[in-house]
């Protein structure tokens, strides 16, 4: 560990958001969650994606076989957003097309979410961090089959370089300030934490 590791923070202005494989039938394998916490949490990371207006890249490995195709919500959330089929590439980075809109976004903070952790989510995460890019894994936004490949998956990442965290810190670290907007960042907490939802209820009691 270095002595003095620098905070580097989320920038709304520097940040891309990759969603790898959130496929039908690979969120099947997904149960190092629950399927309605994951659902939610991928759903999340999708809503704080649009609220901050960020470059958002969806792909999807070998949709012919039993992977499956993109879950429909995320396909209705960015209907306008690159979308790259990838004929059978396991790992995303090996897609040309796939890199090529990554970098086209012109942003050197990738925060990225996927199914399965160790492989769909790891290996496009280490290739990104070995040509430069400074990556950010959404934990709660990946899954895999148990917590033992998922701490494998995670140790691996990390060693590389890259952070890891939640959704909720993503947007809290890309908000920066409550005085921004706290309707709209309170509305998404809400509409993804029950608990929050008592929260802004009780704020808008007192406004």
């Not at 969603?19 to 149960?31: E, F, I, K, R, T």
């Not at 990371?45 to 879950?71: H, R």
């Not at 952790?117 to 430069?132: D, K, Q, R, Y």
Request: overall charge negative.
């Amino acid at each position: 560990m270095a002595a003095n590791p620098k905070y580097r923070k989320l920038d709304k202005n520097e940040a891309a958001v990759l969603l790898v494989d959130h496929q039908s039938g690979l969120c099947n394998l997904v149960a190092d969650f629950s399927p309605d916490e994951f659902k939610n949490n991928v759903l999340a990371l999708a809503d704080l994606a649009k609220y901050f207006k960020l470059p958002t890249i969806l792909t999807t490995s070998f949709e012919d076989g039993p992977n499956g195709p993109l879950v429909p919500e995320l396909k209705e959330k960015f209907p306008e957003a690159p979308y790259i089929a990838r004929p059978g590439q396991i790992n995303a980075w090996d897609n040309e097309d796939f890199v090529k809109a990554v970098k086209e976004t012109g942003r050197k903070q990738l925060i990225v979410a996927g199914v399965v952790t160790e492989v769909c989510v790891a290996f496009p995460v280490l290739s990104a961090i070995e040509e430069g890019f400074e990556v950010f894994v959404v934990a709660d936004a990946s899954g895999t089959f148990n917590t033992t490949t998922r701490e494998a998956a995670w140790s691996r990442m990390e060693q590389a370089g890259a952070q890891l965290m939640t959704w909720f810190a993503v947007a809290g670290e890309l908000h920066r300030d409550w005085r921004n907007d706290i309707e709209g960042l309170g509305t998404l907490f809400a509409n993804h934490l029950p608990a929050y939802r008592n929260l802004m209820t009780s704020y808008s009691a007192k406004s």
